[in-house]
Every structure is written in structure tokens, then in C-alpha cells.
């Protein structure tokens, strides 16, 4: 199984990403997670093949639009109002139901600074 991340960069604060992430199989759950320097991984969006969406907060419900695409394995994070707080490492998950079956991408570089 081969997750493939793409789309990070620098932005200044305010701007806007969008990072996507393309899987060579079906997965139930796909995903976005972070780890910013000296910090543990942390899950950002998630979404289910039925649509179900989970975020981690209020703050980035409010900033994020996590989305997937079923037919071609991909889900794709629209990051909106990006603040310094943002910048992290983000890693494309994805997994099955009972999550016996879990696979990260390589990592996107996502920086946030004026």
C-alpha cells in the first residue's frame, strides 16, 4: 500500500493550502494528521467512505475542509486562515474499519510565517 502527499509549502498567515493524498487501495477511513517540532502526532480531519467527516476542534472545523474522492482513493485537506500554530509536518492516513489495517504517507512540510 502506497500513500502519496502532496501540496505543502510556505504561506503567510491567513493564507491558504490545500494538500492531497492519493492511495493505491480502498481504506474505510482517510485522513490528515500533524506533528509540529517537539510535539506528538495529532489528527487533524478525518473522513469515512460514507462521508463522515471528524475534526479536531472547533478552530479547524472553522479552517479545514477535509474531502474524499471514493473512485479514485484520494482525500484532499483545504486549509483556510492558516496560522503559525499550523505549522507542522502533515501526514496522510488511511485505515480499515477496525483499524487492523493502518498506512502513513511519507509527510508534506506545511510552514506558516511571514
Known amino acids: 500500500v502506497q500513500l502519496q502527499a502532496s501540496g505543502g509549502g510556505l504561506v503567510q498567515p491567513g493564507g491558504s493550502l490545500r494538500l492531497s493524498c492519493a492511495a493505491s487501495?480502498?481504506?474505510?477511513?482517510m485522513g490528515w494528521y500533524r506533528q509540529a517540532p517537539g510535539k506528538l502526532r495529532e489528527m487533524v480531519a478525518t473522513?469515512?467512505?460514507?462521508?463522515?467527516?471528524?475534526y479536531a476542534d472547533s478552530d479547524i472545523e472553522g479552517r479545514f475542509t477535509i474531502s474524499r474522492h471514493n473512485a479514485k482513493n484520494t482525500v484532499d485537506l483545504q486549509m483556510d486562515s492558516l496560522k503559525p500554530e499550523d505549522t507542522a509536518v502533515y501526514y496522510c492516513?488511511?485505515?480499515?474499519?477496525?483499524?487492523?489495517?493502518?498506512?502513513w504517507g511519507q509527510g508534506t512540510q506545511v510552514t506558516v510565517s511571514s
Open positions: 487501495g480502498s481504506f474505510y477511513r
Open positions: 492516513n488511511a485505515r480499515s474499519r477496525g483499524g487492523t489495517m493502518n498506512y
Open positions: 473522513v469515512t467512505s460514507g462521508g463522515t467527516t471528524n
